[in-house]
């Protein structure tokens, strides 16, 4: 048996199903767990979901995840549904990517995606390192508990700034996983994606795994049983964009 947890995908379906391939995915024995951000950049984001709905896999809500979810919240909520749109929450934005994936969505695949919890915990017994691991999407601010941290910073964190603020660029400071790597021994494992700029990014205590699939690079995933990385070359299906940064 193994669990697999698979950086972003990103509406990358034939890097996924290359991945799955190459890795000689056994769906009577492996258990998948994708961090977050299956839709968005790539062509077929709908296909994706129902990929990962076929094959029973789990997941965690990535921020591209999020806005489609939060758009498809917005347009349900209006009545008749599809009626002239007022209020849009300032951060959405009208005929985006994520708004008219939203739009094309089925119930079942709102459904799956809305699912996604924030975090995932994983028993220490599945665990290489005979510890519990965690998997979010982006990561954490080091210096809040692990179960008293903002939806923002597990979605959206790649940096710390110097004292110590979250921040979704890398612009300035420097990277959460290096400053929660520096702090000692740990008591868990944190694997994540969302940073596609650092790639698969080994360290002690954290993996993360987001090595650009829709981008042409590859995608990764981390056995949980005994620590194993694999990393599949994907197509080009996107531009490079500020966040990959």
């Not at 934005?93 to 708004?99: A, G, I, L, P, R």
């Amino acid at each position: 048996r193994r669990t697999i947890v698979v950086g972003d995908i990103h509406g990358s379906l034939a890097g996924f199903e290359g991945f799955l391939t190459q890795i000689g995915y056994d769906g009577s024995k492996d258990q998948l767990i994708l961090a977050g951000d299956l839709v968005a950049k790539g062509p077929e984001s709908l296909q994706v979901v129902d990929k990962a709905r076929a094959l029973n896999a789990l997941c965690v809500r990535g921020n591209h995840d999020d806005k489609v979810i939060r758009w498809r919240g917005y347009l349900d909520s209006l009545s008749p549904p599809l009626a002239q749109m007022r209020s849009i929450p300032a951060d959405l934005v009208q005929n985006s990517e994520h708004h008219r994936i939203a739009k094309a969505m089925t119930p079942e695949q709102y459904q799956y995606l809305v699912g996604c919890p924030l975090m995932l915990q994983l028993p220490k017994e599945l665990s290489v390192r005979k510890v519990p691991v965690y998997v979010v999407h982006a990561g954490i601010d080091p210096k809040v508990e692990l179960m008293h941290q903002q939806p923002w910073v597990l979605t959206n964190v790649r940096n710390l700034l110097d004292d110590g603020t979250p921040y979704r660029k890398k612009k300035k400071g420097q990277g959460w996983a290096k400053v929660f790597n520096s702090g000692g021994s740990k008591d868990f494992m944190l694997v994540y994606g969302h940073d596609a700029g650092r790639s698969v990014n080994v360290k002690e205590w954290s993996v993360g795994l987001d090595s650009g699939c829709v981008y042409g690079r590859s995608l990764s995933g981390y056995v949980v049983e005994t620590g194993e990385v694999y990393s599949v070359p994907c197509p080009s299906l996107a531009n490079l964009d500020e966040d990959f940064e």
